[in-house]
Antibody, heavy 121, light 109 residues
Framework: EVQLVESGGGLVQPGGSLRLSCAAS????????MSWVRQAPGKGLEWVAN????????YYVDSVKGRFTISRDNAKNSLYLQMNSLRAEDTAVYYC??????????????WGRGTLVTVSS | SYVLTQPPSVSVAPGKTARITCGGN??????VHWYQQKPGQAPVLVIY???DRPSGIPERFSGSNSGNTATLTISRVEAGDEADYYC????????????FGGGTKLTVL
């Protein structure tokens, strides 16, 4: 079955760190760009970061630059998001998504169920 | 950054046609993609490249894009179509380049 399964979310204090993981199965993970997209409670979707197939290119939304790091392990079919210096405004459900990147077209054709990150003291 | 504007809510009676708009500067020159998100669930792609449907998406879902407005049309609306809908584009001159609209809550009366 083609799927993405996130893990690693939880409650963390402001200033703390968390590492999210996304396990991919049912498709050739190494052939796709991959993204993290988040959704704050009751809010809309916000793209956070993405990474090229071989990890050589990474892009971030301004609000997480310098604090979050996206990475991948193609041998393990896994995507990661290391989140440091967490803030209350980072509280959200974090989704792992598969990119369809055919410049200048870019969209997401497969999503995981998400993992909740709550930043609170 | 590029901005996509959606109405917060749209209401429609069962069996009628719902139209959800997505406004953006010269959006007709971009490819627009649409996602459906039901409560507590992950988003699902329902339209890509303005008007193409992924396999498994009913023909009742269609899209168009011209000028400054893209539109998702849902014909013969069913109760199960009640959800939030988001439009999305990729804009090479924007930062970030991936842009989502604010979302529209579709209510089936």
């Amino acid at each position: 079955e083609v799927q993405l399964v996130e893990s690693g979310g939880g409650l963390v204090q402001p200033g703390g760190s968390l590492r999210l993981s996304c396990a991919a199965s049912g498709f050739t993970f190494s052939s796709y760009w991959m993204s993290w997209v988040r959704q704050a409670p009751g809010k809309g979707l916000e793209w956070v970061a993405n990474i090229k197939q071989d990890g050589s290119e990474k892009y971030y939304v301004d609000s997480v630059k310098g604090r979050f790091t996206i990475s991948r392990d193609n041998a393990k079919n896994s995507l990661y998001l290391q989140m440091n210096s967490l803030r209350a405004e980072d509280t959200a459900v974090y989704y792992c998504a598969r990119d369809v990147a055919l410049w200048p077209h870019w969209y997401f054709d497969l999503w995981g169920r998400g993992t909740l990150v709550t930043v609170s003291s | 950054s590029y901005v996509l504007t959606q109405p917060p809510s749209v209401s429609v009676a069962p069996g009628k046609t719902a139209r959800i708009t997505c406004g953006g500067n010269n959006i007709g020159s971009k490819s627009v993609h649409w996602y459906q998100q039901k409560p507590g669930q992950a988003p699902v792609l329902v339209i890509y490249y303005d008007s193409d449907r992924p396999s498994g998406i009913p023909e009742r879902f269609s899209g168009s894009n011209s000028g400054n407005t893209a539109t998702l049309t849902i014909s013969r609306v069913e109760a199960g179509d009640e959800a939030d809908y988001y439009c999305q584009v990729w804009d090479s001159s924007s930062d970030p380049r991936v842009v989502f609209g604010g979302g529209t809550k579709l209510t089936v009366l």
